[in-house]
């Protein structure tokens, strides 16, 4: 069993989306030198490695789509984040996602409704771990450790 096996998801380079997802339809032998991968639109693609360091990058589990927090992907790489970002914000209308105890906020050039009252008093006294990455998650935790 090598590092690419059937049905492995993988990411590879592409002019307009920067980078797509693709499907492993046979495992990687690397005396041929040529991945057979099927994107995401059905169609098949023949992807040529020179290295084993020339591998696309590895996708990670669906289960962990949209994450909150970065460093819980299996593979924490280029193609991996900036795809979970743009789950989180286009898919769940989140412009925040940490990375570690880093919060990462996406400019989304639009008022949102994420200050008001009531999202001052959700993240009242809550823990960062029990609640979405949100700026008022992160200061809470500052100021319950500057109290402490």
Known sequence: MGPLEL????WVPDEDAVWVSA???RDY?????????QLGNGLELHYTVAS??????LGNPDILEGENDLTALSFLHEPAVLHNLRVRFLDFNSIYTY????????????QLPLYGEEVIDAYSGQDMADMEPHIFSVAEEAYRTMTR
């Open 7 to 10: 049905y492995s998801t993988v």
């Open 52 to 57: 084993l360091s020339d591998l696309p990058p």
């Open 23 to 25: 499907q492993l339809l």
């Open 99 to 110: 990375c570690g105890i880093v919060l990462v906020a996406i400019n989304p050039y639009d």
């Open 29 to 37: 032998n690397p005396e041929e030198r040529l991945l057979c991968l």
